[in-house]
């Protein structure tokens, strides 16, 4: 059993939220964050993946930040 902890922040309404979650709880966030049409940073780099995997989290090192999806330019 993987029981290594993945650091996440979402910017939300009222301001950031941090959690520490397992593996199964991590992917289960962030398919659902994907879902919802947010972006997902791991260590900085967008994850343009439409299913997040554990092979994607394999590039987790510090942090995943969750933010609502940036439009215009």
């Keep these: 059993m993987d029981d290594k902890v993945y650091s996440i922040e979402a910017i939300e309404t009222n301001g950031p939220v941090k959690e520490e979650l ?14 919802n049409g947010r972006m997902i940073f791991i260590d900085g780099s967008p994850i343009m993946d439409q299913i997040i995997t ?19 330019g």
């Excluded at 397992?22 to 879902?35: D, P, S």
């Excluded at 554990?54 to 215009?72: D, F, P, Q």
Aim: hydrophobic residues 35%; proline residues 0%.
């Design 22 to 35: 397992g593996l199964q709880k991590t992917l289960a966030k962030l398919n659902l964050e994907r879902k």
């Design 54 to 72: 554990e092979e994607t989290l394999s590039k987790y090192k510090k942090s995943i930040l969750v933010l609502n999806e940036l439009v215009g």
